[in-house]
């Protein structure tokens, strides 16, 4: 970091810190001006159960392999289109599936077998599957090819500290979510750990007596971030504040995998938090935010239960960032992903392990919606990953390409930057 960056983020820490079937996929046609385009992607740590969050029900295998925690619509399953159904907790999500502006990938994730979370996650942030020595995350290589708007708040990432998927030379500017200040003691501490928060003291006030009303480049710099803090401070009161809840007990294990995440039940207000910011500065294009709680062991439920009680509130807040967000999300792309699926038949204790495979959601403007796309085989075992789970039929960065050369204009030399070693070969999607 030089001089100039180390002073930015003295100023700014934590809130702005720059560190060193057969129906093909298609885009709706873009606006040219890609400038005009924004991209915001949601990271669920821990490993969702995506064959709970879209169910093959129209496969017999699925309630035979998941007795207890298989859904129906019966009970309450939201159909899609007679094979395909979306939890019942996803409900605020059902207008946009309606008015095709929300798909889903199946089948779709990191190429890597590994079922560790702190690799799966390490390689879905860095971009490079199998590769531990990618020092810069996918979305900071993304931000340096965009073009500058000479503007701190150009990329976002809300939570305390810059996720691995945002490390790199390009300036990102993190900021608080809102919502829960009354998470479990024991959590909080465990995140502190993992995540090695820094703290912001009395240091502006020092840069302040060191650099204010000077002329030269390094005041100039300080003058540039002080502005910035205070814009985010400006925009970020207008978001409603939400009254503290409790933060559901989690195993060691949970917490690790969550790498220092909230769930989304403890950061209820994130919607209209990012929905403030986009649409209160039209400088800011492109955001990250994550969510821990999705490592569902044990008592995972079907309607009901522990996955729908983190989904009701992430299905929640999405629906409040697309209604925020209003005609920008005309021009937004939404991606909500994970490490890696669970496996297809549940457990002994009412629950998924870890899988390969799983579902990735798509939600905005120029989005092919309501259809499941992916090569989806079935849940036979011979259809499954080594008989367990399922395959990962489609390359997320082959989704993520497709949205990021399409919709924010990179060239195909650009994708290799943001891509190292990836080849991307046009639109390799078929409906499910």
């Not at 925690?69 to 939201?78: P, W």
């Not at 999405?318 to 967000?325: E, I, S, T, W």
């Not at 390359?395 to 993520?400: E, K, L, P, S, W």
Request: charged content about 20%.
């Amino acid at each position: 970091m030089n001089r100039r960056d180390f002073l930015k983020a003295a100023l700014l820490s934590p809130l702005v810190f720059p560190l060193i079937g057969q129906q093909g996929w298609a885009y709706k046609s873009a606006n040219e001006d890609f400038g005009a385009q924004k991209l915001i992607v949601v990271l669920l740590r821990g490993g969702i159960d995506g064959l709970n969050v879209v169910a093959p029900y129209g496969d017999n295998r699925y309630k035979q392999i998941r007795p207890t925690i298989g859904m129906s619509r019966a009970s309450g399953l939201l159909d899609l289109d007679g094979y395909w159904g979306m939890h019942p907790s996803l409900a605020p999500l059902s207008p946009l599936w309606a008015n095709h502006s929300l798909a889903f990938v199946h089948a779709c994730g990191s190429p890597d077998k590994t079922r560790s979370h702190f690799d799966a996650q390490d390689y879905m942030e860095s971009g490079v599957p199998g590769q531990k020595a990618t020092s810069t995350g996918w979305m900071n290589r993304l931000v340096g090819q965009l073009p500058s708007k000479n503007s701190a708040l150009q990329a976002i990432s809300l939570g305390p500290v810059l996720p691995r998927i945002f490390a790199g030379p390009s300036a990102i500017a993190t900021i608080e979510k809102s919502g829960n200040k009354g998470a479990g003691k024991g959590a909080k501490r465990m995140g502190r750990r993992l995540q090695n928060q820094p703290t912001n003291g009395d240091v502006p006030s020092v840069f302040t007596a060191m650099y204010g009303g000077r002329n030269d480049d390094m005041s100039k710099a300080f003058a540039s971030g002080r502005s910035a803090r205070n814009k985010v401070n400006a925009i970020m009161s207008e978001a409603a504040a939400q009254p503290p809840e409790t933060m559901e007990a989690m195993t060691k294990e949970q917490i690790i995998a969550n790498r220092g995440a909230l769930t989304p039940k403890s950061t209820p207000e994130f919607g209209k938090q990012l929905a403030t910011l986009f649409t209160k500065d039209p400088t800011v294009q492109v955001a990250f935010v994550d969510f821990g709680g999705w490592d569902t062991h044990v008592r995972e439920g079907a309607e009901q239960g522990q996955l729908a009680n983190l989904l009701q509130p992430l299905a929640g807040g999405l629906a409040d960032l697309v209604r925020g967000l209003g005609p920008v999300y005309n021009n937004t792309t939404i991606v909500v992903m994970s490490e890696f699926g669970r496996t297809a038949r549940e457990n002994g204790n009412g629950g998924t392990d870890h899988g390969h495979g799983n579902a990735m959601w798509l939600m905005g403007g120029t989005v092919p919606g309501g259809k499941v796309y992916g090569r989806f085989g079935g849940l036979a075992d011979n259809q499954l990953n080594e008989a367990r789970d399922l395959p990962t039929s489609t390359d997320f960065r082959a989704v993520v390409s497709s949205i990021v050369s399409s919709r924010l204009g990179l060239s195909s030399k650009q994708m290799a930057s943001v891509f190292p070693g990836y080849q991307f070969t046009g639109n390799p999607f078929i409906q499910g």
